[in-house]
């Protein structure tokens, strides 16, 4: 029953717990609750997170800095995703200076995809409407080959995460037949990407400056991503040593990073 759980997920890394327990129920023989399943899978992804940690914890700079990092994320059109704290004198709640302006459903965002080594900041490419994998290859091959070219002297590991767009077998034909040499990575795992840490750098640059649409929203994006200096980059990759220990120290549960 344990194999048929991981090769269902294997097969179909979209499936929910639900699709999981129909997947492996039969009326002879009645499968584990869905919580059941939930804690194996999650048990399984801890693990995988401390064996990565161990078999990575002893790179030094010349490893991490070998690698393209990747990943999408979603920037709110006006504001933030989070509370905005604001000190006022007591009794004057009200008074407009302490306000926080806002936007009927929230205004909108920008989804973008972006990349960054040791040596410059990658291109950051909009998303508009759905990112599928047809979407994600034409990024791969029109937008970061020629980047890749330009800005390194030396062949790269790709690093990207488990989403099912990036690891559907019509993009890893596509990595096979450009010979990239793929960053295995561990499944839920955003601590130990030191990107994740560059999208709250681009948003804290962009902390306070408005945009009135989408389109001026990602030309703010763009140009704060390119003005990101190296000396970021390098404290991120500099503390890849220490995501690892975290990991392996809380025994694959998430950490403070």
Known sequence: MDRNILRACREDPRRTSTDIHVSVTSPNEPGPSRRTIRRRLQSKNRKARVEWAKQHWSW???EWANHIWSDESKFKLFGTDGIQWIRRPIGSRYAPQYQCPTVKHGGGSVIVWGCFSDTSMGP???IVGTMDRYLY???LENTVRSWARANSGRSRVFQQDNDPKHTSG???NR???RRVDLLEWPSQSPDLNPIEHMWKELERRLNGVRASNA???FVQLEAA?????MTVVQT???SMPRRCQAVIDAKGYPTKY
Request: aromatic fraction near 8%.
């Open 124 to 126: 950051l490419k909009r």
């Open 215 to 217: 389109n001026q929203k």
């Open 236 to 238: 991120l990759l500099d």
């Open 175 to 177: 990595f096979r037949r």
């Open 60 to 62: 030094g700079p010349r």
């Open 170 to 172: 019509h993009v890893a």
């Open 225 to 229: 991503w390119k003005s990101i200096p």
């Open 137 to 139: 290859e034409d990024i």
